[in-house]
Antibody, heavy 118, light 106 residues
């Protein structure tokens, strides 16, 4: 059974950075994409970007380019999401999700709350 | 980036009602669209893929239609467990994605 386990909640000040991890188990990490999706309070799901570890290929939503880095450690089966220059509106629950086929997010992490506040 | 616009943003309905949610794409996406159901504290779950195909295990009261720029999700007879937020997701630009802004069914 595939599991994605994310790191714990974070509190950051505006202007700082945060890195959230997503460790995969029970599947073939490099064969699938890992995507990052966030949900701000009272808002909808927002796709941020993703990585296909086999080819070290990353893609980012235009909104986050320059501020977001997604990476992966194939040896440990862990994906990372680093968001810089944090603003209060980045306060959200951040999810990792595997896409086993285009458009099919079949497994999700439990979510990581990131709070940006001075 | 391809934009998806869902309507309505919220919908008040009762058990037994027929409900329709619309998703419009900013450019043609063929049938590269799916529908997800999201309940608080749970992972989103795909209901429909390729615009109109029912995901295995999903009740037949859910259906999808459309292609190009306009898509609909229909729930033929609303059940208590269907109260949730629904999202469309396009993958025409795979590996890039876009979610619609969501429709909260209450």
């Amino acid at each position: 059974q595939v599991q994605l386990v994310q790191s714990g909640a974070e509190v950051r000040k505006p202007g700082s950075s945060v890195r959230v991890s997503c460790k995969a188990s029970g599947g073939t990490f490099s064969s699938n994409g890992i995507n990052w999706v966030r949900q701000a309070p009272g808002q909808g799901l927002e796709w941020m970007g993703g990585i296909f570890a086999m080819f070290d290929s990353t893609n980012y939503a235009q909104k986050f380019r320059g501020r977001l880095t997604i990476s992966a450690d194939k040896s440990t089966g862990t994906a990372y999401m680093e968001l810089r220059s944090l603003r209060p509106e980045d306060t959200a629950v951040y999810y990792c999700a595997r896409d086993s086929a285009p458009g099919y997010f079949d497994y999700w992490g439990q979510g990581t709350l990131v709070t940006v506040s001075s | 980036d391809i934009q998806l616009t869902q309507s309505p943003s919220s919908l008040s309905a009762s058990v037994g009602d027929r409900v329709t949610i619309t998703c419009r794409a900013s450019q043609g996406i063929g049938n590269d669209l799916g529908w997800y159901q999201h309940k608080p504290g749970k992972a989103p779950k795909r209901l429909i893929y390729s615009a109109s195909s029912l995901q295995s295990g999903v009740p037949s009261r859910f259906s999808g239609s459309g292609s190009g720029t306009e898509f609909t999700l229909t729930i033929s007879s609303l059940q208590p467990e269907d109260f949730a937020t629904y999202y469309c997701l396009q993958h025409k630009s795979f590996p890039m994605y876009t979610f619609g802004q969501g429709t909260k069914l209450e």
